[in-house]
């Protein structure tokens, strides 16, 4: 770290001083969010650290000022953030520049229109980020990681700034994706709710008005949350929003969106063309797919297993066990259409028999009791049309559609 | 996002503090059109697949397996 002689520091905190009130003055937010961007660690704010080090009595400087007095409520502690930043203690730069924030946040109230809505974003972001920053460095020293869930609580509250009826409002939404990054973060999902209760509800917020790479995000995480409620329907809506819209360049956050859609599409019945798995490498899913086409009850078992730590981690496990049933169904549609092609007459009875050795075939032992089990549970869903002939152990089928398909609908609960 | 590695003890720890698919930032004024190309995403499900075709490999297997139980009978 090269320190500058007295007077270069000097030189350099007046210069950031000048800018920062500059900024303000005349409403120019471009200027004002370099000044605020610590995680840019931009060559300008990491010179003004080195200068506030060597200083050490700035702040005082500021505070006597009578020029910068006005701006020493944010200033002041964002110097202090800036120096213990540069001195990689982001335990003390976090609470600094919280309460930098905040009191900015007291500033951007009392200005009518939305000029600054850009450095919010800011430090929004930055909030968010040093505080996770934070929160390992007090992790890797044995310590309370508590930051994270301080930057949750402050970003509720410039939420609550924004939810008004002037043109600050459209910045709640981006407010909103930053919080859902913390909330699945910190895995305290459940806190989403009530943000997501005031953009749905609330009558000043109009969702179409909201900037589109803010919707995008939303409706990401929000598709998420359906998924693990096992809403499929709003989770398909949700999530097929945010592929349609998301910026195509934007190739990983594609293939997120894709990572959590297609279980959801799976579970009604819709397949992915192997092009989108290439493409966006998801080949996890490539066998789960062959085997629902096959009706092949082992291979989907052994899909599920290969890759049972990432459906896991990513919460999808459970809805891909579930295809199950689906699989179940091909497969008794294709012993139908083979036995049909055989012997028309006799097609629509289907000896419970005769799927024990097809299972058998695959690997998978199963006995009288556990396949019809599995008949009556897939008649009960829908999935199948008929009704057993107990005696005989036989299934009888409908003669018209006995094997309905999803047509986009999930499987009956 | 990528896992660092770390010494094995503070492996759990960390785990808490992650999510696989945090969403990339788009930039503040990143603007974009969706265009034909970004369309085509969209297009790639399909929904006719339940077929009544059993001439693949997999259905052809079953078939002979079928019709050899049937002999043994």
Request: with cysteine.
């Amino acid at each position: 770290m090269a320190y500058p002689s007295m007077g270069e520091a000097h030189r350099r905190v007046t210069d950031y001083l000048g800018r920062f009130s500059d900024a303000v003055s005349t409403q120019d937010v471009a200027s004002l969010k370099p000044l605020l961007s610590l995680s840019s660690a931009s060559p300008s704010l990491l010179s003004l650290a080195d200068a506030l080090n060597l200083l050490q009595d700035a702040i005082r400087l500021i505070k006597q000022s009578e020029k910068w007095s006005q701006l020493a409520e944010i200033v002041a502690p964002l110097f202090r953030c800036l120096q213990s930043y540069r001195l990689s203690n982001l335990a003390d730069a976090y609470p600094a520049y919280e309460k930098a924030a905040n009191a900015f946040i007291q500033e951007f109230r009392n200005w009518d229109s939305a000029w600054a809505l850009e450095a919010l974003y800011v430090i929004a972001y930055e909030i968010r980020v040093l505080a996770e920053r934070a929160d390992r460095e007090l992790s890797a020293n044995g310590k309370l990681p508590e930051k994270l869930k301080a930057a949750g609580s402050f970003l509720m509250k410039v939420f609550g700034v924004l939810a008004g009826k002037g043109p600050k409002r459209v910045g709640a939404l981006y407010m909103t994706c930053q919080l859902f990054k913390i909330y699945f973060k910190l895995g305290t999902v459940h806190l989403c709710r009530s943000v997501i209760r005031s953009i749905e509800t609330a009558r000043i917020f109009d969702f179409e008005e909201f900037p589109q790479r803010d919707k995008v995000t939303y409706m990401y995480y929000t598709g998420r949350l359906e998924v693990y409620n096992e809403n499929f329907t709003a989770a398909e809506q949700k999530l097929s929003y945010a592929l349609a819209h998301c910026n195509p360049h934007s190739e990983a956050n594609i293939r997120m969106i894709l990572k959590y859609l297609i279980p959801v599409k799976l579970s009604i019945g819709i397949l992915p063309k192997d092009w989108l798995l290439e493409k966006y490498n998801l080949v996890e899913y490539r066998n789960i797919v062959l085997a629902l086409k096959r009706g092949d009850l082992r291979l989907l078992r052994s899909a599920l297993e290969e890759h049972e730590d990432r459906f896991l981690r990513s919460g999808v496990y459970l809805v891909l066990e579930k295809l199950e049933l689906q699989v179940y169904q091909r497969l008794l549609k294709k012993i139908y259409i083979i036995q049909k092609q055989k012997d028309p007459s006799k097609a629509h009875q289907m000896k419970l028999e005769v799927i024990i050795k097809a299972l058998k075939w695959l690997e998978i032992d199963m006995d009288l009791d556990e396949v019809e089990c599995i008949v009556a549970i897939l008649i009960h869903k829908n999935l199948v049309k008929g009704y057993f002939a107990h005696k005989s152990k036989v299934v009888v089928l409908s003669k018209q559609d006995p094997f309905p398909k999803l047509t986009g609908r999930p499987v009956n609960a | 996002m990528a896992t660092e590695t770390k010494p094995a003890t503070e492996e759990a720890k960390m785990d808490l503090f992650e999510d696989d698919d945090e969403f990339e930032e788009f930039e503040i004024n990143e603007e974009w059109e969706d265009k034909e190309e970004g369309k085509e995403v969209t297009q790639q499900w399909e929904d006719d697949w339940d077929d009544d075709d059993v001439n693949d490999d997999f259905s052809l297997q079953l078939r002979r397996e079928l019709e050899n139980n049937a002999e043994k009978n």
